[in-house]
T-cell receptor, first 111, second 114 residues
Framework: EAGVTQFPSHSVIEKGQTVTLRCDPISGHDNLYWYRRVMGKEIKFLLHFVKESKQDESGMPNNRFLAERTGGTYSTLKVQPAELEDSGVYFC?????????FGPGTRLTVL | GQNIDQPTEMTATEGAIVQINCTYQTSGFNGLFWYQQHAGEAPTFLSYNVLDGLEEKGRFSSFLSRSKGYSYLLLKELQMKDSASYLCAVSHAYSGAGSYQLTFGKGTKLSVIP
């Protein structure tokens, strides 16, 4: 069974540019989560999808972040425009009943 | 709010036993997870405790005391490959099966030395 995959693994962009991160959850998992780890800090929750619906987006930092999960399969997280403080590792996780399974993350660097 | 504390770093010898503690203060507690994370890789699920007591799985065991807001991860017969960060994460359920978010501690970096 394939695990959670994320693309790209690394992204380096300049302040003000746009970046889109993609997450493909484990097949059949209805729940998809986005988390972020800023350097030196703990992993923090961003939002949660159940199928294509946003269940909880209380962790989204501001309106520069937009997450979608059209069709309830893969998800994208777009940052527009990116700021320096957005640098960090963005993790995606999926679950069915319990036990969130994480992807390898996308390391985003904003210069 | 949620608060999770765990030691920043620990060092232990190959073949030994190490205990990594985690204390938490949280509302809506629905279980506690331990994850292992090697540098640059995905956090990997190790254990889940929702009831008080000890859960054993091979060389790894995890303990939970809900009344004390305390958990520990016990690693036995340490191997060099166990060098990694160990993340304590508390689950908060809000609706539906599988619908919960995790609040993480900062992680404990374990170094296993020969």
């Amino acid at each position: 069974e394939a695990g959670v995959t994320q693309f790209p693994s690394h992204s380096v962009i300049e302040k003000g540019q746009t970046v889109t991160l993609r997450c493909d959850p484990i097949s059949g998992h209805d729940n998809l989560y986005w988390y972020r780890r800023v350097m030196g800090k703990e992993i923090k929750f961003l939002l949660h999808f159940v199928k294509e619906s946003k269940q909880d987006e209380s962790g989204m930092p501001n309106n520069r972040f937009l997450a979608e999960r059209t069709g309830g399969t893969y998800s994208t997280l777009k940052v527009q425009p990116a700021e320096l403080e957005d640098s960090g590792v963005y993790f995606c996780a999926s679950s069915q009943l319990w036990g969130q399974f994480f992807g390898p993350g996308t390391r985003l660097t904003v210069l | 709010g949620q608060n999770i504390d765990q030691p920043t770093e620990m060092t232990a010898t190959e073949g030994a036993i190490v205990q990594i503690n985690c204390t938490y203060q949280t509302s809506g507690f629905n279980g506690l997870f331990w994850y292992q994370q090697h540098a640059g890789e995905a956090p990997t699920f190790l254990s889940y405790n929702v009831l008080d007591g000890l859960e054993e799985k091979g060389r790894f065991s995890s303990f939970l005391s809900r009344s004390k807001g305390y958990s520990y991860l016990l690693l036995k017969e340490l191997q060099m490959k166990d060098s990694a960060s160990y993340l304590c994460a508390v689950s908060h359920a809000y609706s539906g099966a599988g619908s919960y978010q995790l609040t993480f501690g900062k992680g404990t970096k374990l170094s296993v030395i020969p």
